[in-house]
């Protein structure tokens, strides 16, 4: 048993090493400060009732000067590298896997773009950077791998997007770290990380013949889409949307990200897409849950890739 659990990932080190460097920055100051203290107290202690009592000092800007600056510094390293560590853990690179996570009281529903589904299981692959889209059915849970230094707060009515690579097989805890009601504590799982050839193997076993934006074309007619969207034009085509901007009628700009498209389906009057009617579409909030949503996201990400036609005929 160590310290710490096991580096699985290839941020894990980063992270460590961040969290080395701000307890050994915190226990020299705290040391010096106690010491330093311990000594002058007893150095300048009173002797006897008669000693007589010391002359005042008024400070020395070179003394206050080094003891100001020098801590500025190092704490100043705290930040700089903090900040870089946190941009690069939420900026997935572009050939990273997606895997779609929704937290649930009490339990994590993985889905994954072929379609493979599973509870409170992920499997990965090494050597793959894994970008996570994590949404929430109720409460706000947090996604908590150890092994992989890997915490995120699953925040209901919004999309949290993180990334890992991982780098070691083998299995390693998944927790929910935010209270989240009753059964909070056993909304627990493994994550399993295999290499890439038994990853396949997984993957193929696994697969259903409905991927998840094969599900999410069946949604898309069965909450009638389709009819605006591709059939009589009264809502803006969909192909070529994802990751690009969008004219909206206010006059601002937004890049239609995953966020973007989940607001605009659940709630398309928050921000209309120039040269189209308020009030046309309606309201989805309430209407359609987590999983789906994700599934109506991924085949309009599908469209961006594909032509115009697999709009009008989703298998
Ligand atoms: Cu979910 Cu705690």
Redesign the pocket.
């Known amino acids: 048993m160590g310290l710490f659990p096991p580096q699985a990932s290839t941020t894990a080190w980063h992270v460590d090493a961040l969290y080395v460097y701000l307890v050994v920055i915190s226990a020299v100051m705290t040391l010096l400060i106690f010491v330093v203290i311990g000594i002058f107290a007893f150095k300048y202690r009173r002797r006897s009732p008669d000693d007589p009592m010391p002359k005042p000092i008024h400070g020395s800007v070179p003394l206050e000067l080094t003891w100001s600056v020098i801590p500025f510094l190092f704490m100043l390293v705290m930040f700089a590298w903090g900040t870089k560590l946190y941009f690069e853990n939420y900026t997935p690179p572009r050939d990273a896997l997606d895997v779609y996570v929704v ?4 339990m ?1 529903k993985v889905q994954y773009p072929g379609g493979q589904r599973e509870i409170d299981e992920l499997h990965v692959p090494t050597g793959r950077p894994i970008k996570l889209t994590l949404a929430s059915e109720d ?4 996604f908590y791998i150890p092994a992989f230094r890997l915490k995120h707060d ?1 925040v209901p009515g919004s999309y949290q997007t993180y990334w890992f690579e991982a780098t070691e097989p083998g299995r390693y805890h998944l ?7 009753t059964n ?2 056993r ?1 627990i799982g493994w994550v399993t990380v295999m290499d890439p050839v038994s990853y396949q193997n997984w993957l193929a076993s696994g697969a259903s013949n409905a991927s998840m934006s094969d599900l999410g074309a069946k949604l898309f007619e069965k909450y009638g889409c389709i009819t605006c969207h591709v059939t009589n034009h009264t809502g803006p085509p969909l192909n070529n949307v994802f990751n690009h901007p969008v004219q909206l009628t206010d006059g601002r700009t937004a890049l239609a990200d995953e966020a973007f498209l989940r607001q605009a389906i659940l709630n398309p009057n928050s921000r209309v897409v120039r040269g189209y009617q308020p009030n046309v579409m309606p309201v989805y909030q309430g209407q359609i849950d987590e999983e789906s949503l994700l599934q109506l996201v991924v085949y309009i990400k599908s469209l961006a890739q594909s032509p115009m036609n697999s709009q009008a005929n989703p298998q």
């Not at 927790?175 to 009601?181: L, R, T, V």
């Open positions: 937290g649930k009281q009490w994590w409460v706000i849970h947090s699953v927790f929910c770290a935010e209270y989240c009601g909070h504590s909304m």
